[in-house]
């Protein structure tokens, strides 16, 4: 059965040219000196991408190999416009990235419902002759031609915007802990992979409050080579604001597999460490008393309410960890206690996560450009020239000019 959750199409995206300035001259009987009256031509239309909160997938795009706008129409007699290409907009779930498919480069990103971020400009239309009379050509014998149209192949890549991911070994109580906490009813069953696509779900809080939790499909070890389903949907915790990383009470050792879960995430994308986080030991309903006890002399901690950090168990600052039970209720209340204090600390808080990310990229990009500029010495003894102080064509021979 195929899948409805889609998080990454390729398109080909094609803008509009720009139309043709008409060269005519007028000449009717009752004006045989009527003189030019091209008209100019009508300009492309453009691509855009509009953010849209009533889609949360890719699937309404994919099966769309080509988007193209429509061009621009050429211009006609009596001084006529041409028609302007119509736009495009292509909606898209919030949280989606855009790549050029070619050069791997980072385009775009759209963030928030309603935004619209320009992907392809049309060309604009040609001037027709009309533009071009003066008073010692009267009569001009040209016009010119429409812009050319933009081309390129993109990625979208969706990466789901919530406010805890959660992330642990496959059948670790992901599932039934969201369908716990939110009315999202993920498939739950007792074997690995039950779920096979992301989900989200909203978590009520007191006084009218909630915050947005995603769960992803399990990882196992070997997730950031390839292993598993964890390399697909891994990118969508990269914009989650806290991770809650989720192992199971009758696990042999719960410091091992959180230090698995952790490397896991450092080899896929080292800055997913610098998000807070928090360790929720499930299926407590299976353990007594004492031995919750245990566990937490174990990991060091007293009780459910550890400070606000961003350590780990076993080192550093500590980590909050929270014993629960998603059958049962046991301890719900305090994860999500924990969760909203972890979420709302002044240490933790992310003014902007997808914008600080976008940055990022851009960062990369730069960093690249003024790096190859200081090289070649392109950004040094550059003068700027006010065209007001051009008084005569000859004090422009001194300029060299180059493509930029």
């Not at 890719?58 to 009596?78: P, Q, S, T, V």
């Not at 010692?136 to 429409?146: E, K, L, S, V």
């Not at 972890?342 to 960093?367: C, F, G, V």
Request: hydrophobic letters at 35%; charged letters at 25%.
């Amino acid at each position: 059965m195929e899948s409805n959750f889609v998080d990454y199409v390729k398109i080909l995206c094609r803008s509009g040219k720009g139309g043709k300035g008409s060269m005519h001259l007028k000449h009717v009987k009752y004006n045989p000196n009527g003189g030019p009256d091209g008209g100019d031509g009508g300009k492309g239309g453009s691509i855009y991408l509009r953010g849209n909160h009533n889609y949360w997938t890719l699937l309404h795009l994919k099966y769309e190999r080509h988007i193209f706008a429509e061009h621009g129409g050429n211009g006609g007699r009596d001084k006529c416009h041409g028609t302007d290409g119509k736009d495009i907009y292509i909606d898209v779930p919030c949280g989606t990235v855009v790549y050029n498919a070619e050069t791997g480069k980072y385009v775009c990103d759209v963030t928030y419902d309603g935004q619209e971020v320009l992907l392809l400009k049309g060309g604009r239309g040609g001037l027709g002759n009309f533009q071009f009379r003066t008073a010692t050509n009267q009569a001009p014998r040209y016009a010119q031609p429409g812009e050319p149209m933009q081309e390129m192949t993109v990625i979208l890549e969706l990466k789901l915007l919530a406010d805890v991911g959660l992330v642990g070994f496959p059948n670790a109580g992901k599932s039934t802990l969201v369908s716990a906490l939110s009315n999202a009813k993920p498939k739950i069953a007792n074997y690995p992979f039950t779920t096979m696509e992301p989900s989200l779900g909203i978590v009520g809080y007191r006084d009218g409050k909630s915050f947005v939790m995603a769960d992803i499909p399990g990882i196992i070890e070997g997730a950031a080579e390839g292993k598993g389903l964890g390399l697909r949907f891994l990118r969508h915790i990269e914009r989650n604001s806290l991770l809650l990383f989720m192992v199971p009470g009758d696990t042999d050792d719960i410091k091992r597999e959180y230090e698995i879960l952790l490397d896991e995430l450092r080899r896929f994308n080292p800055e997913l460490l610098d998000k807070p986080r928090v360790l929720a030991v499930t299926k407590c309903d299976l353990l007594d008393e004492e031995l919750i006890e245990m566990l937490r002399e174990e990991l060091g901690l007293q009780g459910n309410d550890s400070p606000p950090s961003q350590g780990g168990v076993g080192g550093g600052s500590p980590l909050p960890v929270v014993f629960i039970s998603a059958v049962t209720g046991f301890g719900l209340d305090e994860l999500k206690d924990v969760l909203w204090a972890e979420m709302n600390a002044d240490s933790n808080k992310l003014a902007a996560i997808t914008t600080s990310e976008s940055i990022a990229h851009r960062d990369k990009d730069m960093s690249r450009f003024a790096a190859e500029m200081a090289e070649e010495g392109e950004d040094e003894d550059i003068e700027f020239v006010d065209a007001d102080d051009i008084e005569d064509v000859d004090d422009l021979e001194d300029f060299e000019y180059e493509d930029a």
